[in-house]
């Protein structure tokens, strides 16, 4: 053991096996793990840590084949209270142009030791310059800061596509459970900045041009069915922390608990991609096993159809008996690729 935290690469170098050298990456991969360096939250943070990479169940056998990339580690995209809010960057050895911001999350909870580059192993084959973001984590912050540490990263990353060798029209954004909701919102209800700001950061758009994620939450207000709340209920109980909405209290200078549940529930709608869906929303992929009972497959179904009848491409490819991740997951990933290789091909002048 050499720390707590793994190494799947160095700063360059080529892929070829997990390399179990920390305390979290056993954890990460369903190897044995020590729970000794979790805090007294062990048993909710290696649930959450199971949710965010377990999730993805990645077999060392699925590899494709070897992959040449370098690793830009710890980009500082943003700060607040004190922390520093960080991507890495995966630049493959022949870049396509083209970026893929990959949401780090499970159960809204982000980690950088759930960096795994094998989970991109086909987007970098292919050519993607993958930017895997952390965003600020559960049980500290909830859902709506998530979303608004997305829409920073997503611009800084624009700001700065010159630097780091990709064209600011070709972004797209993926990840699975918490990072498939993560990823729809900043599809339906990413922005174009705002154009009379003194900040060049917020003047930068937000939006990407293409969607692909696994089994993500949709619609927290009608969970599996038409009128059942998830806010932190129900099936996602377990995940009450990222639905603790707070507002800041100016007369009592401190972040105060949103008790009132109207106020909860509109909260919830704007949490809710499928409430932002409009006509010029980007190319959606949903990949989800019709088995799952914490994100049910209507979750998926739902979104695409509200996509559709917006006119909006989108697709829902079902996993017939595959519950919330299943064995060959990373082999799909080639259907995630094959989403971007359409959508962000470069278009000829």
């Known amino acids: ?36 360096i979790l805090s007294e939250d062990a048993t909710l943070i290696r ?8 999730l993805a169940l990645l077999p060392t056998a699925a590899v494709a084949g070897d992959v040449n990339f370098s690793r830009q580690e710890d980009v500082i995209y943003g700060r607040k209270f004190g922390l520093a809010l960080t991507f890495d960057v995966l630049r493959p050895e022949q870049p396509n142009g083209a970026a893929v911001v990959w949401v780090i999350s499970g159960g809204w909870f982000s980690a950088k030791e759930a960096i795994q580059p094998l989970f991109v192993t086909e987007l970098l084959n292919r050519g993607y310059t993958v930017f895997a ?18 829409n920073r990263a997503v611009r800084f990353i624009r700001l700065h596509a010159e630097e780091y060798g990709v064209d600011p029209q070709r972004f797209g954004i993926t990840g699975a459970s918490a990072g498939g909701h ?24 937000s939006r990407v041009q293409a969607v692909a994620c696994f089994f993500p939450p949709t ?92 006119g909006v491409t989108a697709e829902l490819v079902v996993k017939k008996g595959a519950g919330h991740g299943w064995p060959d997951l990373l082999a799909d990933m080639a259907l995630i690729a094959d989403w971007f290789d359409k959508h962000l091909a470069k278009k000829e002048n």
């Not at 160095?10 to 070829?16: I, K, Q, V």
């Not at 705002?194 to 060049?200: G, H, I, P, T």
């Not at 409009?278 to 979750?299: C, K, M, N, R």
């Open 1 to 36: 053991m050499v720390g707590p935290a793994c190494r799947c690469i160095e700063t360059a170098g080529t892929y070829t096996e997990r390399q179990c050298s920390g305390r979290w990456l056993p954890l990460l991969l369903g190897c044995d793990f020590d729970p000794a």
């Open 133 to 150: 973001v952390v965003h600020g984590s559960q049980p500290r912050f909830t859902i709506p800061e998530c979303i608004e540490d997305l």
């Open 219 to 310: 619609d927290f207000l009608n969970y599996g069915k038409e009128g059942e709340v998830a806010l932190g209920r129900g099936v996602l109980k377990d995940f009450a922390a990222p639905f603790d909405f707070q507002r800041y209290d100016q007369q009592k200078r401190a972040f105060v608990r949103i008790t009132d549940e109207e106020e909860i529930l509109k909260i919830g709608r704007q949490i809710s991609p499928v409430n932002h869906v409009s006509a010029d929303d980007p190319p959606t992929l949903i990949i989800h096993g019709d088995a799952d009972v914490l994100v049910p497959i209507q979750q998926a179904q739902i979104m695409v159809e509200k996509l559709h009848r917006a």
């Open 182 to 205: 993560l990823s729809l919102m900043q599809g339906t209800a990413g922005d174009e900045g705002n154009a009379s700001a003194n900040d060049s950061l917020a003047r930068t758009p």
């Open 47 to 54: 649930r959450l840590l199971l949710t965010l990479v377990a």
